[in-house]
C-alpha cells in the first residue's frame, strides 16, 4: 500500500516529459522500496506522503532532501503545465482576444474625443445645446467648464469603487458592459436638446470610461501568460494614441462633411459626431463577445500558484486564493505600492499637460491654431514611440536596467519641463517653435513608458487573478483627483500672458522630480526582493 501511494504520488499525471522530475521520483521511489522493510535502520525513520498538494513531511537529513527537491519540483512542474495550458489557449485565440482588446481600447479612447472636437459647437448658441439662462456672467463655456471638472471627479469616483466589480465579474464582462453603456449615453448625448441632458451623460460617460483600462488589464491577466503582460499593456497604449489620432481626424472630416452635404443639419453637425461615437462601441461588443467566451474548461481548473505556502522549507500550494480584502491590505502595508501610487499620480499630471499643448503653443511660441494643433499630435506620436519600442527591452531587462532606464527618461523629462519653465520666465533665449515642438515630442516619449507599464506590471504582478483591477484603480484615483485641481487651475490663467505659465511649469517640474525619485526607488526594491527571494 505505501508503494502505491508513493508511485502514485511520484509520477502525477502531466509530469512524463519533465526528464529532471522523473529523475528525482525515481531516486525516491528507489529508496522507498529499498527501505520499506528497515525504516529502523536507515535515515527514513518516519515518512508520511499525501497527494495532491497537501504538505510532505519527513524526519532524517536524507528523507528531508529527497522529499524537499521533489516538492520543489512537483510545483514547478504543475505551474508550467498550467502556464503551457494558458499559452496553447493564448496562441489558438490570441490573435482574436489581442484585436477585441486592441479595437476595445481604439474605441473607448476615440469616443473621449467627440467632447474636444465639438466643444465649440456645442457652446455655440446657434448650433448648440439649450443652455439655462445664466446667472450672472456665468457662459455657456464656463458652465461647461464645470462640467468638465465634475466629469473628472466622476473618473476618480469610479477608479474607486469600480476596481472590486471587475475584479469579481472578470475583465471581459465588464468591458461588455462598459462598452454597451459608453454605447447608450453616446447615443443619449447625440439626441440630446438641453445642457443638463447633456451634462448628466457626459458624466455618467467619464464614471464609466474609469473602468475601461483596469478591465483590460484583467482581461490581459485572465487571457495572457506574464510574459506576455508587457507587451499587452504597450498594445493598450498604441490603441489609446491611435485612437485619439484616428478620432480627431475622422470627426474633422465628418463635420466638414456634414457641413457641405446636409445643409439641413449642418447647423447642429456635432451630433453624427457624438453619434458615430456610439455606433463604433458595437465592434469590440461582439469581438469581446466571441474570443472572450468561457469556451475551455482548462482556464477554470488550473491552479493558481502565485501564493505558496511553506512547511519545513517546502513550497506548496494554498487551498484557495486570498481575498481582495487581505491582498489591499497587505498592499497598503507595502513601501512599492505607496511608491508605485506616488508616481502614477505625479506623471498622470505630467503626461495630461497634452490637453493643455495647442494653448500654450499658440501663446507662448506664436504659432496658429491649426499647427498647434499639429503640435499635440507630435505629442502623442512621442507617447506612442515610447511604448512601442520600449515594452520590449523593458521586459527582458534586469530590475537594474529597468532603474536606470526609467531614470534616465524620467531626468530627461525633468529637464524638458524646467525649460520650458525657464522660456515663459525669461531666464534663457526665447526658443523657437521648432525647438518647442521637439521638446513637447520629447515630453510625451519621455514620460509615456513610466506612466504606463510599472504600474500596470506591478498591478498584475501583486494583484494576480483576485485584485490586479483594483491596484491599477487605487494608483489612479488619488492622480485624477489631483488632476481635476490641476485641469481647473491651468484653464483659469489668462493664456496669452506668457509669465503666467509659469505656476504651471512649476508643478510639472516638481511632478516629474517626485516620479523620477519614487519610481526608481519602487523598483530598485522590486529587484532586491527578487534578488532574495532567487538566493
Known amino acids: 500500500m505505501f508503494l502505491e501511494e508513493a508511485h502514485g504520488l511520484i509520477a502525477p499525471a502531466g509530469s512524463n516529459n519533465n526528464p529532471s ?30 497527494k495532491d498538494g497537501r504538505v510532505l513531511q519527513t524526519n532524517g537529513h536524507r528523507g528531508t532532501n529527497l522529499l524537499r527537491l521533489y516538492s520543489s519540483q512537483t510545483v514547478n512542474s504543475r505551474d508550467e503545465q498550467g502556464w503551457r495550458t494558458k499559452l496553447a489557449r493564448s496562441s489558438e485565440n490570441g490573435l482574436g482576444m489581442t ?3 486592441f479595437l476595445t481600447y481604439f474605441a473607448v479612447m476615440g469616443a473621449k474625443c467627440a467632447l474636444p472636437s465639438t466643444f465649440s459647437l456645442l457652446t455655440s448658441l446657434e448650433t448648440g445645446l439649450l ?13 461647461m467648464s464645470r462640467v468638465l471638472t465634475l466629469s473628472t471627479v466622476a473618473i476618480a469616483l469610479g477608479k474607486l469603487v469600480l476596481g472590486f466589480v471587475i475584479d469579481r ?63 499587452s499593456i504597450g498594445m493598450l497604449v498604441m490603441a489609446a494614441r491611435i485612437g485619439n489620432a484616428a478620432a480627431f481626424s475622422s470627426f474633422a472630416l465628418l463635420l466638414s462633411w456634414v457641413s457641405t452635404n446636409n445643409t439641413s443639419s449642418s447647423s447642429q453637425a456635432w451630433r453624427y459626431v457624438f453619434g458615430a461615437s456610439s455606433a463604433i462601441q458595437l465592434i469590440p461588443i461582439i469581438l469581446l463577445a466571441y474570443f472572450g467566451s468561457p469556451k475551455r ?26 481575498s481582495i480584502l487581505s491582498i489591499i ?12 501610487l506616488t508616481s502614477r499620480s505625479c506623471l498622470m499630471i505630467f503626461i495630461s499637460f497634452l490637453m493643455f499643448v495647442p494653448t500654450y503653443m499658440k501663446s507662448a511660441y506664436g504659432m496658429t491654431s491649426s499647427a498647434a494643433a499639429q503640435v499635440a499630435s507630435v505629442f502623442a506620436l512621442g507617447c506612442l514611440l515610447s511604448v512601442t519600442v520600449g515594452s520590449k527591452p523593458y521586459s527582458s531587462s534586469t530590475a537594474r536596467q529597468r532603474t536606470a532606464l526609467l531614470s534616465t527618461l524620467l531626468g530627461c523629462a525633468t529637464l ?11 531666464l534663457i533665449r526665447p526658443l523657437t517653435p ?53 485641469n481647473g487651475y491651468v484653464a483659469s490663467i489668462p493664456h496669452s500672458i506668457l509669465s503666467q505659465w509659469r505656476g504651471t511649469f512649476i508643478v510639472t517640474t516638481a511632478c516629474s522630480a517626485v516620479s523620477l525619485c519614487s519610481l526608481a526607488l519602487a523598483t530598485s526594491l522590486e529587484g532586491g526582493q527578487r534578488s532574495r527571494g532567487v538566493e
Open 169 to 231: 465579474c472578470g475583465g471581459v464582462r465588464s468591458l461588455k458592459i462598459a462598452l454597451c453603456t459608453l454605447s447608450i449615453l453616446m447615443a443619449r448625448i447625440a439626441t440630446a436638446q438641453t445642457f443638463n441632458v447633456f451634462a448628466v451623460s457626459w458624466i455618467l460617460v467619464d464614471f464609466i470610461f474609469s473602468a475601461c483600462w483596469p478591465a483590460c488589464i484583467k482581461a490581459i491577466h485572465e487571457f495572457f501568460p506574464p510574459n506576455q503582460w508587457v507587451s
Open 131 to 143: 443652455f439655462p439662462k445664466p446667472t450672472g456672467l456665468v457662459t455657456p463655456s464656463q458652465q
Open 297 to 322: 474548461p482548462a482556464q477554470d481548473t488550473m491552479t493558481d500558484y502565485s501564493n505558496i505556502s511553506t512547511s519545513n522549507d517546502i513550497a506548496v500550494p494554498k487551498d484557495s486564493s486570498p
Open 21 to 50: 522530475l522523473l529523475s528525482s521520483s525515481h531516486h525516491l521511489l528507489t529508496a522507498a522500496t529499498t527501505d520499506h522493510t528497515k525504516l529502523s535502520d536507515t535515515d527514513l525513520s518516519q515518512q508520511q506522503l499525501v
Open 416 to 426: 524638458i519641463s524646467f525649460v520650458q519653465l525657464a522660456h515663459v520666465s525669461g
Open 99 to 101: 484585436c477585441a482588446l
Open 434 to 486: 521648432l525647438v518647442g515642438t521637439i521638446c513637447m515630442f520629447a515630453w510625451g516619449f519621455a514620460a509615456s513608458l513610466p506612466f504606463y507599464i510599472p504600474p500596470s506590471l506591478y498591478a498584475l504582478e501583486h494583484g494576480g487573478k483576485a485584485s490586479s483591477a483594483t491596484i491599477a484603480d487605487l494608483f489612479d484615483v488619488t492622480g485624477f483627483l489631483l488632476l481635476a485641481r490641476f
Open 329 to 340: 491590505q497587505k498592499q497598503f502595508k507595502s513601501v512599492q505600492f505607496w511608491l508605485h
